[in-house]
């Protein structure tokens, strides 16, 4: 099945530094999810996107719908330990409405 | 509380045996899903349904079986032909797979092989 570039595979910061990753795909969607996952738990709703450019802040997250529609970035501002866990970008495919899923970004921040 | 939730959190399966996992919303959503999720890689969907009754299969069905007999409930079942079972299964819900409606998800069951 189809899946999303999602970049970096893993991130090691210090508390209260910038993280910025992203998502490339070769079709266009017409919405943009991002979850956080932690360990033994289901993935949480983060942000959710449904326009080209549109950007969307939740907290100290922001992520933005590429004009393209074929990519998206999610931000997280002034990180701190609560913050690690893994990130996914899905994609909805405008054809079947299926969500496809990114890799994730594995994020450990270091205190 | 409105919510997804499956059970068991975590499950053993002999060789030759069919195991269900059970997953149960009360957010009044239309659409189910479940998908696999393996170490390094992103979610993959196995089974989809979209009203009581229906259901379709996702990109790696095989080895797998579901029903949706009520609104609330979307068993999955792994079946003996399922040869590689262990994974974290996860269900989620939405309240339609059309109109960009997002996907929430339940806590997850890790299968694992005796």
């Not at chain 1, 910038?18 to 969607?29: G, Q, R």
């Not at chain 1, 802040?57 to 393209?68: D, M, P, Y």
């Not at chain 2, 939730?5 to 959503?29: A, D, I, M």
Request: with cysteine; glycine share 10%; hydrophobic share 30%.
């Amino acid at each position: 099945g189809q899946q999303l570039n999602q970049s970096p595979q893993s991130m090691f910061i210090q508390e209260g530094e910038d993280v910025s990753m992203n998502c490339t795909s070769s079709s266009i969607f017409n919405t943009w999810l991002w979850y956080k996952q932690e360990p033994g738990e289901g993935p949480v709703l983060l942000i959710a996107l449904y326009k080209a450019g549109e950007l969307t802040s939740n907290g100290r997250l922001t992520a933005q719908f590429g004009i393209t529609r074929k990519d998206s970035f999610l931000n997280i501002s002034a990180s701190i330990p609560s913050d690690v866990g893994i990130y996914f970008c899905a994609g909805q495919d405008s054809g079947t409405y299926k969500y496809i899923f990114g890799t994730g970004t594995r994020l450990k921040v270091l205190a | 509380d409105g919510g997804i939730t499956q059970s068991p959190k975590y499950l053993f399966r002999k060789e030759g045996q069919n195991v269900t996992l059970s997953c149960e919303q009360n957010l009044n959503h239309d659409a189910m899903y479940w998908y696999r999720q393996d170490p390094g890689q992103g979610l993959r969907l196995i089974y989809y349904s979209q009203i009581v009754n229906d259901f379709q299969k996702g990109d790696i069905a095989e080895g797998y079986s579901v029903s949706r007999e009520k609104k609330e409930s979307f068993p999955l079942t792994v079946t003996s032909a399922q040869k590689n079972p262990t994974a974290f299964y996860l269900c989620a819900s939405s309240f339609g797979p059309r109109g960009n409606q997002p996907q929430h998800f339940g806590d997850g069951t890790r299968l694992s092989i005796l």
